[in-house]
């Protein structure tokens, strides 16, 4: 898109085949994608495509096919790469961002990490930003410190400094919480973890969607991503690491396309990044991924956030006038997420009756049982939203909200 062009928002929508559909008989309002984004018909074609024109297994077959679909996977991580200003062979391609903070707990952390050590992560963590971190401190006897949050649920940058104690050896931070919303400040919370000589991993599952992210700007050691999130199909992601790491990590998974030589007496594995792509990968997947990033940047991350946020202040306006509506996360400068509950409402009982409005709404723990127990309720209710999201839909959440607080009274 042109610097001067400005994004017609409606032809945009029109990319989304399933934005059209009814659901119990009403229009579609989709607000869950923070949980999964909508794919446009650009990101399926591709998919498509790859299977109808160019099927065959990548870095095996010196045939046409093999090679076509070779250059279409690397050719998805060279974009991916390019648009986090790193190098490719820095990225390694994963299933999302659950495999690369695995591949990072066992093939990184496992082998360094000892007795009296400590991960720090922060109470705003997802789940798959914290359990992988348990199981390798119950194998290797460090234990896990956690930065509180503000009321507001911003993160304790005192009690981050804090924590930041010579026994910690590792920072999980999450880029964008999942369910207040908050933009954590990556680069100064980097820069504070390298002066103490602290290896920082960053959750950018919810950024890369919404906003540019140029990891060497960050100065984090190690940044993990999902696709299905940032329009892509499911079961992709990456994970970047700096090169030394990956250098030094052993391999994570064995088999196939991770190795260079195998005998009974031993192993010569591949370089990095395929030293950790074990076996057949998500080959149309990546493809879509690839798509995905091309569409995105088509349009433009600034346009993007640009618009995520004019939705949000309208969301945000219309559910704060709802009598007995609680917003949760309330950060300056948040992402397009808002958390809530209604009074007498139960947050599945409220979502129930949404979803007969045709309104999709996540209901639940949204993975992130520690910040529920901090916000001391069972359950949240979330509309998360996108650029292909409109105005009206915002005031038919709000219209749905009401109707749904006079049922219940």
Not at 197 to 216: N, Y
Not at 230 to 259: D, S, V, Y
Request: hydrophobic share 45%; glycine share 8%.
């Amino acid at each position: 898109m042109s610097e001067t062009a400005r994004p017609d928002w409606l032809r945009i929508r029109a990319d989304f085949p399933v934005l059209t559909r009814q659901v119990h008989g009403k229009p579609l309002i989709y607000l869950d994608s923070a949980n999964t984004s909508q794919k446009p018909q650009q990101v399926i074609k591709a998919v498509d495509a790859f299977y109808r024109e160019h099927n065959a297994n990548v870095s095996r077959a010196v045939h046409a096919l093999g090679s076509e679909a070779t250059e279409a996977y690397e050719g998805a991580r060279r974009k991916l790469a390019a648009r986090l200003n790193v190098p490719a062979d820095e990225l390694v391609l994963t299933s999302g961002t659950t495999l690369a903070i695995n591949l990072v707990a066992y093939s990184w952390a496992l082998p360094r990490l000892k007795q009296g050590d400590a991960i720090l992560l922060t109470r705003m963590e997802h789940h798959a930003n914290i359990v992988p971190w348990q199981l390798v401190a119950e194998r290797t006897g460090a234990r896990i410190k956690v930065v509180e949050i503000t009321p507001e649920g911003a993160l304790d940058l005192d009690d981050l400094r804090a924590k930041l104690t010579a026994d910690v050896k590792l920072l999980g931070v999450t880029h964008v919480s999942n369910v207040l919303g908050t933009v954590n400040p990556v680069e100064d919370i980097c820069r504070e973890a390298r002066r103490r000589g602290v290896a920082t991993l960053i959750d950018g599952s919810q950024a890369l969607p919404h906003r540019a992210v140029d990891i060497r700007a960050i100065g984090c050691d190690f940044y993990a991503f999902t696709g299905h999130k940032m329009l892509g199909p499911t079961g992709t992601g990456g994970l970047w690491a700096k090169r030394e790491h990956l250098q030094a990590m052993p391999p994570f998974l064995g088999g196939g396309e991770m190795i260079r030589e195998v005998r009974f007496e031993g192993t010569v594995f591949n370089d990095p990044p395929h030293k950790f792509e074990a076996g057949t990968p998500n080959i149309a997947g990546v493809v879509g991924l690839g798509a995905a990033a091309d569409y995105l940047d088509g349009i433009g991350m600034a346009e993007i956030e640009a618009r995520e946020q004019a939705l949000l202040a309208l969301a945000t306006e219309r559910l704060q006038a709802i009598p007995g509506l609680r917003i949760h996360g309330t950060a300056p400068g948040k992402a397009a997420v808002i958390s809530f509950q209604v009074e007498g409402a139960h947050a599945h009982d409220l979502a129930t009756l949404l979803d007969l409005e045709g309104i999709a709404v996540r209901s639940g723990h949204h993975c992130a049982h520690p910040l529920m127990a901090w916000l001391g309720v069972p359950a949240t209710c979330r509309a998360s939203l996108a650029f292909y999201n409109t105005h009206a839909e915002i005031e038919q959440l709000a219209a749905g909200i009401e109707k749904v607080r006079r049922l219940l009274a």
